[in-house]
């Protein structure tokens, strides 16, 4: 998923804006932009900070002045194929703007919330955060148009396996959905409904689970610092490694250490 903030820019005459890829925008601040289908047909338009925009791919708007800055979400085909294989059924999104929705809201702010910490979390998080969104979208503003045949099954134990593998190879780095979905030949679509079916959790708790089990084993030997372990899990900064592990664990990583030492002796 693309995340980007924009902000209005300052242009002399109106422009044609047209989306290439399917756009949620979210309004980070209140604000207004004249805007139309045609420019003969501009009208100004006012929003409130928490405001959202819904444009399909090559959704087309004349733009003129502007005074607003947005948090843009590109959302992929992968994500929306992967809704709609679930659903057995073709979806074409339709254009909304003033969208006041707390199911999007929720999603679109905790990426606000990552972009602000500096994307602490990673590529996995934002692709798990992808296919909420998608899911979301189609359920709520999507159009149905015909149906498709449905996949059955979940991975299988190999592809499990050769999962865990790549997880365990790639425990120190930056792992994305595409790379899992690669690893056993499959599409991102594809792979992560039948991932979810085959383990009961998204690829990123997956991970996330696999990195904090591993976490715990070296805080058990004494001579690892903390940052070491966190480095060696995966997790950008001391501080993103003690903040998930005492949201996922109920303490923090050196206390977590004492409470072992002290059932130890």
């Known amino acids: 998923m693309k995340v980007a903030v924009e902000k209005s820019r300052s242009a ?3 422009y044609l804006e047209e989306h290439r890829e399917h756009v949620l925008a979210m309004m980070l ?7 139309g ?6 009208r100004r338009v006012t929003f409130q900070a928490g405001e959202m925009g819904l444009f399909p791919r090559h959704t087309k708007r004349w733009v003129g002045a502007a005074d607003q800055e947005r948090l843009v979400l590109g959302i992929s085909d992968d994500a929306l194929r992967a809704t709609c294989e679930r659903r057995s059924c073709e979806v074409e999104l339709r254009h909304r703007c003033g969208l006041v929705d707390s199911r999007l809201h ?5 990426v606000n919330a990552e972009r602000i910490a500096g994307f602490p979390s990673g590529r996995l998080f934002l692709d798990s955060v992808e296919q909420a969104l998608a899911s ?9 148009r015909s149906s498709v ?3 059955r099954g979940g991975l299988g134990s190999p592809r499990v396996r050769t999962i865990k593998e790549l997880v365990h190879a790639k425990m120190e780095d930056e792992l994305t959905l595409y790379e899992m979905a690669q690893s056993v030949q499959l599409s991102t679509a594809h792979f992560s409904r039948m991932f979810h079916k085959s383990t009961g959790e998204t690829p990123h708790q997956f991970v996330l ?15 690892a610092r903390v940052l070491d372990v ?3 899990c995966g997790f950008k900064t001391q501080q993103d490694f003690a903040r998930v592990f005492r949201r996922m664990c109920g303490a923090s990583p050196t206390e977590y250490r004492h409470a072992f030492e002290k059932r130890a002796h």
């Open 37 to 42: 289908p045609r420019r003969s047909e501009m």
């Open 230 to 232: 966190a480095v060696a």
């Open 106 to 110: 929720g999603l679109v702010a905790a």
């Open 12 to 14: 002399k005459e109106p």
């Open 136 to 144: 979301a979208m189609v359920d709520i503003y999507g159009l149905r």
């Open 29 to 35: 601040r209140p604000g207004s932009v004249e805007v």
């Open 209 to 223: 689970r696999r990195r904090l089990e591993r976490a715990k084993e070296m805080l058990r030997a004494a001579e």
């Open 149 to 151: 045949g449905t996949l």
